[in-house]
């Protein structure tokens, strides 16, 4: 069976914690051969981070590293140095997410490299760039904050909040995905690798997208609004008889399909709420009507209800309950690897789809085998 679209592509990873990682098993996923460099004694650092944990392991490594083999090398030490940059000069894509300046002083800088492998491509991810912000730790809490996503995240005013997951490491290891996949598209036509750079602040900011444009737009700079959105009503969370509940109306047919189905066709015809402008400014008044009514049926009832006729509404499931509803609708949330339940890759390809070969692996289970390797290239 073919492993997948990026079969016989060799990754060097040197990366280690989430984004970069992320990244790297993505494109094991689709078939990359990704050999996953580690620290003797240690390895990554979230091989430490539980619990939780799975038969001994750390549930965050195995998140974030399937379909990789390990190898333990010292890299402050020459022979390891050495044979990091004899599987670089072997790659077709190296990804390390080090503090800018490390990898020059380990003599594997992209300039070095480039010298050996012209066809390289060289992904380097940080945290704040290779600026003046070079030297400051790229932790995705703190991004978020000095970011501004927090400044508009949470309950309410003066309640600055993180999302409940590292999103902006997520995020930089999909953007930087895209940038591996374009250099690699270039180098079929060229023959020429590149190096590839992507930062956790400017992805922050890309990803913040409509606040972000009406930032740089007209100047505007949000504040906290809870469940709110700043630009569509209703858009938010309310309580149903039994938990809470999100509505999603974007549009104005929506909304007049939502007013009918809670038995209130008038108030598609106020004109506090006819359209979406102006449910904007009246929410408070808007979500006071709504929640009198919504409070009656629970939280199923009104997704059964509604959904029919057209209008965005579900109750706030647990996580538990998420994959569930994913079951449901047969989107196949799980995979089996190895005995361990992992997430499955969300990307669906007709001729070439994701594979599952390796499990997350030991600490150095594969060191022999890529050293053995290594030595039998050129």
Request: aromatic share 4%; with cysteine.
């Amino acid at each position: 069976m073919n492993a997948g679209p990026l079969e016989g592509l060799v990754v060097a990873d040197f990366s280690r914690v989430l984004a970069a990682p992320y990244l790297t098993m993505l494109l094991g996923d689709l078939g990359a051969d990704v050999v996953k460099v580690e620290r003797p004694g240690a390895g990554d650092d979230t091989r430490a981070w539980g619990p939780p944990h799975h038969r001994g392991e750390a549930t965050y490594n195995l998140a974030v590293n399937r379909n990789k083999r390990s190898v333990v090398l010292d890299l402050t030490d020459a022979g390891g140095q050495a044979t990091a940059q004899r599987l670089a000069s072997q790659a077709d894509v190296l990804i390390e997410n080090f503090r800018p300046g490390t990898m020059a002083r380990l003599g594997l800088d992209e300039k070095s490299l480039r010298t050996r492998n012209p066809g390289l491509i060289y992904c380097s991810l940080s945290g704040f760039g290779t600026g003046p912000g070079a030297a400051m730790p790229g932790y995705d809490l703190l991004v978020q904050a000095v970011g501004g996503l927090m400044s508009m995240t949470g309950p309410g005013p003066g309640q600055p909040t993180k999302t409940g997951v590292a999103l902006v490491d997520v995020l930089c290891g999909l953007h930087a995905g895209i940038g591996v996949l374009a250099a690699l598209r270039h180098r079929d036509r060229t023959g020429h690798g590149q190096l590839v750079e992507v930062d956790l602040l400017s992805t922050l900011l890309s990803s913040m997208v409509n606040q972000a444009a009406a930032h740089t737009l007209t100047g505007t700079v949000p504040g906290i609004m809870g469940n709110r959105h700043p630009s569509i009503a209703p858009y938010e969370v309310f309580r149903a008889a039994d938990r809470p509940m999100v509505l999603a109306v974007g549009t104005d047919r929506q909304f007049r399909s939502l007013a009918s189905a809670l038995g209130l066709p008038g108030l598609a015809d106020d004109t506090r709420f006819a359209t979406n402008p102006a449910r904007v400014a009246h929410a408070d008044e808007l979500a006071s009507l709504l929640s009198t009514s919504l409070s009656a049926r629970t939280a199923a009832e009104w997704y059964e209800l509604l959904t029919p006729h057209g209008v965005p509404c579900g109750p706030v499931n647990d996580l538990a309950d998420a994959f569930l509803l994913a079951e449901r609708l047969e989107l196949r949330p799980r995979v089996a690897v190895d005995g361990r339940d992992l997430v499955a890759n969300p990307i669906r390809l007709e001729a070439t789809p994701p594979t599952y070969r390796r499990p997350p692996p030991a600490l150095g289970e594969h060191t022999a085998e890529v050293l053995h390797w290594l030595a039998t290239k050129p």
